[in-house]
């Protein structure tokens, strides 16, 4: 049997604070729109904060609640139903719609997650394995495969 | 992968969203039970039950702190704060007891009319007193009625923790928060509006502006007085000979043979020696100033409106036809617009300086001379005038005087100049000391003598 090491309010709370924006960027990108994205990083320390005690050590206590956070996302963007998506206009500075979005919506869902981890985060593979639940050699995989997808369609959609 | 990362940080920016960490733990608190299984668990585990609700939450008793702020705050339609400012110290010449002395500044805002009055007072002398409208750098104002119950009101407001603020006891509440990038480190930090209240009352008595939870330098505000109050009790018939607006001040010096300080300053004057403190009397100087008035014409009608408009159009105003040419020769006050003239100055004053330190060549002066007071060396200016006078005494208070027999020591308040200034009122002449540190005003104050 394996014992937790257990987290604390105040770790908990320093991972809070100095990561904030970058939590809430992420599950905005998850789960479609800003309001919903703060909710869901609420959601995910207010879980953290509750079962910090099963928090088992065994990688960074950030890479544990970046999972909760992704998952609560996730959870959120779930609620938005396909015809709320279907409705929701999609505007674009240039006045035309944003191909892009369009492209990363169609991606798989661990192509996009891992897109996000990396790019709105700023975090590296060994933090984005642990955040999915892969090894690092997946997310780089996986991180390739999402590049070419979304070239392929860029280069697609300028013709 | 620059292409990606773009196209992602164009489809996502950055969200604005406020971090709520109190937020966080009053969610994560264990869900109340039923009120049964509450009256249960109270009869049965009384004494543990208090311990493990007062740690580590205790969030109970900051909702009540929040609720008694807001009840405290009041419902009357004005505003009615007083702020103490900063202010200095009265040290006895003889007996060397040190009292504070601080400055206040009352202020009644009322928000309907977005009217101001704000009097200032010093030891208990009223320095100023203006009415005007409301602008955007009365941000303790902005803070204690925009933002401050309107936050108690909405739940947003939160308790950060306890405190004691000028001997009393309180807590500090954070009223409005903002995370803002910093270009020096490229992070965001939390920029914050908190408020103390007395743990007392539930009064404000202090507010401050934070990055990050740490308090800016300076930048805590003591309130003395808060209440909101009916119309009819507030003040606001102010006394227009005691308003600073308009007022334009000159001033200059030139340098003067010892021998004709007595017929400048029309008596003798004090001086401190040939030396004092092994500086010697540099330079004597006849200092001169004058205050006076700018004109300004009230304007009505058309014209009135039509300056409305070329303000409103901002900062296009220049070139719309029928705008003055200088708009900063408008103003618009208590709703009534004003265009400003020549100033008229009233008789100029004239005052002794006597400047004890080396002479020199002063490297920031554009002509290279010999006879410039060095000021970044060691150094005392004494001036001493018939009368108070801000230019020819320095920036502190205007119509207080210190009692006969005591100095009022003032840091860092002689314009450009760093060092102590102390004030002091000898046979009737009002004296300004600067010198280095608050020991060198004081002895110096001691060592006054006339000349002769």
Partial sequence: MRLSRGASVAELERVYRAGF???????????????????????AFVQAVRTRR?????????????????????????????????????????????????????????????????????????AIAAALGVTAGTVGATLNAAHAALRRSLKEAHR | MRDVQERLDRLVPEPMHISDWEAVLRDARPRR????????????????AALFVAAPWNGSERVGVLERALAAAGDGPVLHVVFRSSGGIVVDLKTGE????????????????????????????????????????????????????PALEAGTARVIGEDVVGGVRVYWIIVRALLLPDVADHKNHELAQQ??????????????????????????????????????????????????????????SEPIDISQASKVLGH?????????????????????????????????GERAAEIRRCLSKRPARARHPGCPAHMKSVEIRHGKVYESGPVHFGP???????????????????????????????NIVLTEKAKRDLLLLGFGPMAYLPPEGSVLLLPGTSGYLPGTSGYLVRDGVCISIRATGDELVLSAARALRPMG
Wanted: charged share 30%; net charge negative.
């Fill in chain 1, 21 to 43: 924006p970058r939590f809430a960027r992420v599950a905005t990108a998850v789960a479609g729109d800003e309001q919903s994205g703060a909710d869901a990083v609420h959601d």
């Fill in chain 1, 54 to 126: 099963s928090f088992r050590g065994e990688g960074p206590l950030e890479a544990w609640v970046w999972r909760m956070v992704v998952n609560a996302a996730k959870k959120r963007a779930g609620r938005r139903t396909a015809s709320e998506a279907a409705e929701t206009p999609v505007e674009h500075e240039n006045g035309f719609g944003d191909p892009v979005r369009a492209l990363i919506a169609a991606l798989p869902e661990r192509q996009r997650l891992a897109l996000f981890l990396r790019y709105y985060a700023d975090l590296d593979y060994e």
């Fill in chain 2, 33 to 48: 039970r039923s009120l049964a299984l509450q009256l249960a668990a109270a009869t049965t585990l009384a004494g543990l």
């Fill in chain 2, 98 to 149: 040190r009292k504070p002395l601080y400055g206040e500044r009352e202020v009644w805002f009322d928000p309907g009319r977005d009217l101001v009055r704000q009097i200032y007072r010093f030891g208990g002398v009223v320095e100023g007193d203006e009415l005007y409208e409301r602008n955007k750098g009365d941000r303790e104002l902005t803070a204690l009625w925009r933002d401050y119950r």
């Fill in chain 2, 195 to 252: 408020v103390a209240v007395s743990r007392e009352t539930f009064k404000p008595v202090a507010m401050r502006y934070t990055r990050d939870r740490h308090a800016l330098e300076n930048e805590t505000d003591h309130i003395l007085r808060f209440e909101t109050i009916p119309l009819d009790e507030a003040d606001f018939s102010s006394a227009p000979g005691k308003s600073l607006n308009g007022v334009a001040m000159m001033a200059g």
């Fill in chain 2, 268 to 300: 003798t004057p004090f001086w401190l020696g040939p030396e004092f403190a092994g500086l010697p009397l540099g330079q004597a100087q006849k200092a001169f100033s004058a205050s006076g008035r700018r004109e300004q014409t009230l304007v009505t």
């Fill in chain 2, 348 to 378: 100029q004053q004239t005052g002794l300086t006597l400047y004890y330190g080396k002479i020199g060549d002063e490297p920031s002066t554009f002509k290279k001379e010999d006879s410039s007071p060095l000021y970044s060396e060691p």
